[in-house]
């Protein structure tokens, strides 16, 4: 972009734009900068709602407080696009012209105006396919999820109460009704009991950074109890063995370390929950949760883990 518009002009403009009150903080500046930056792209692009050229705009703090809402709106949106079509490379949500001109009527649109609820629609069960089924060979539906604990999302309605969240996210969990399920950040290690009463075993939990992770199976599955750790240090992983088309599956639901500088920790964890798969014998792992992973460390992870990626 600052090819586009001029490195030069760039700098100058934003030195001459006074920094608002709500903006001196780290997160708040965040914002205001990349804000101006967003702005001077509209105006490039004809869009004009987000003027950074009016600049009392620039200086109110419903200027930052716009620009979060139209990010936090975009980021609902590529959430909810990517789980309706099964994917999770936002990049294909740009491959369309009129597509990327929606994306732009949004980004160009104040927060106030945006339709929050709309663009989180859940999307369709997607229902596994019947030649599978026909072959005798039983998909495994697995789900994992990163509750976050007592906190409340940013896009949840103003009136809701931890008991609201809770509720939603296991009238979730029981329509998509994963047959392994992992949770991460749950706020106790105690079992969910309206899980254990709908078809669910609790296999165990283990704390976490934040929290505790949980794994739990559907009550048909043939599996064995949750396995003892044989590692001198504890991990933030929960394991067990599942016996599934006839394979012995070492099933591990984890939540990483986390932070740009914990990629040594993370892959002592992977290969501890490696080394626990040799001791239990199984020959397939199947590692679910929140890796806290970084892009440059997948590959890695793949080659000399022997692990691949699935989604």
Known sequence: MGALLGQGSLVRFIDQVECPDVAVDRHGSRYWVLGLLLSLFLQFAGRTSLNPLDADYCRDPGFVEDVRGVLLALLALFRGEMARGGTRD?????EDRQRCEELLVLLSTRSSAVDMGALSRQPEVLQPQANAEE????????LTWNIAGEALACTAPSSW????????????ILRWAPDVLALQECATAGRLSTLTSRGYVFVGAAPCHEGY???YFKLALAFESCLPSFHSSPLPAVCS???HNGLR????????APGGNGGDMRMRQMQALRSWQRSAKAETAVLLGDFSVRDVEVDTWCINLGLSESY
């Open 90 to 94: 936002a990049v294909t949500l740009l």
């Open 213 to 215: 992770v949980q794994l």
């Open 161 to 172: 109460s931890l008991k609201d969240k809770d509720h939603a996210v296991l009238s979730e």
């Open 135 to 142: 072959s005798g060979v039983r998909p495994l539906s697995l």
């Open 249 to 256: 599956l070492f099933v591990a639901a984890v939540h990483l």
């Open 241 to 243: 063995i599942l016996v």
